[in-house]
């Protein structure tokens, strides 16, 4: 199994300012994904944060916004960049071996409000 | 593209009663199926999966099976407990897209003494 950390748990952030949220496993992972979950929905898929490169990001979701960094198997980061109170939301990172029978692993999250 | 429909809650149950969540699912391959659950307070952990058709996923006493057919992952437990109050969410993933879950909307479990 994985523990996945997150920081910071919460926080409350003013509009245009940007926030980095670190996410760090207790073991070597093969995967790691960033998701979000906003106000009374469910979770959405940000990106697959790739170790040494640029991460993979789903529909809607850009780097220039969202930029995230994994240097190594254990660590990633995702800042959410010039935020508005639309971004208020719960980030959440996960991990895995990605493998067929492998258990992808949440951290509990980063609730962040934009004021 | 590919969605996943469950049961709005909040679900209200007593001790030892029967629950059900139903889910359904859209995809466009043969995806695998699962059922994850946030405790209060604490991460999401998956609870349970089904990898095929027919298969029954079953932990901690829920259980669910893939029904291709009728396109459903329903979740249930014979008797729950206080401390199965929860959000349960039903999420697929298509078989080239491990990792990557599509989540249904989640559905509060309230259990009450």
């Known amino acids: 199994s994985a523990v996945i950390s997150q920081k910071p748990s919460r926080d409350i952030c003013q509009r245009g300012t940007s926030l980095t949220i670190q996410c760090q496993v207790d073991?070597?992972?093969?995967?790691m994904f960033w998701y979000r979950q906003q106000p009374g929905q469910s979770l959405t898929l940000i990106a697959t944060?790739?170790?040494?490169?640029?991460?993979?990001?789903e529909s809607g979701f850009v780097i220039d916004k969202f930029p995230i960094s994994r240097p190594n198997l254990t660590f990633s980061t995702l800042t959410v960049s010039n935020m508005s109170p639309e971004d208020s939301s719960i980030y959440l990172c996960s991990g895995g071996q990605g493998v067929p029978s492998g258990e992808l692993f949440f951290g509990e999250g980063s609730r962040l409000t934009v004021l | 593209g590919d969605s996943v429909t469950q049961m709005e809650g909040p679900v209200t149950l007593s001790e030892e009663a029967f629950l059900t969540i139903n889910c359904t699912y859209t995809a466009t391959g043969y995806p695998s199926l699962f059922w994850y659950v946030q405790y209060p307070g604490e991460g999401l952990q998956l609870l349970l999966k089904?990898?095929?058709?027919?298969d029954k996923g079953s932990n901690k006493g829920f259980e669910a099976t893939y029904r291709k057919e009728t396109t459903s992952f329903h979740l249930e437990k014979g008797s729950v407990q206080v401390s199965d109050s929860a959000v349960y969410f039903c999420a697929l993933s298509e078989t080239d897209s491990w990792g990557k879950l599509q989540f249904g909307a989640g559905t509060q479990v309230v259990v009450t003494p």
């Open positions: 944060a790739n170790q040494g490169s640029e991460a993979t990001y």
């Open positions: 073991s070597q992972v093969t995967m």
């Open positions: 089904a990898t095929k058709a027919d």
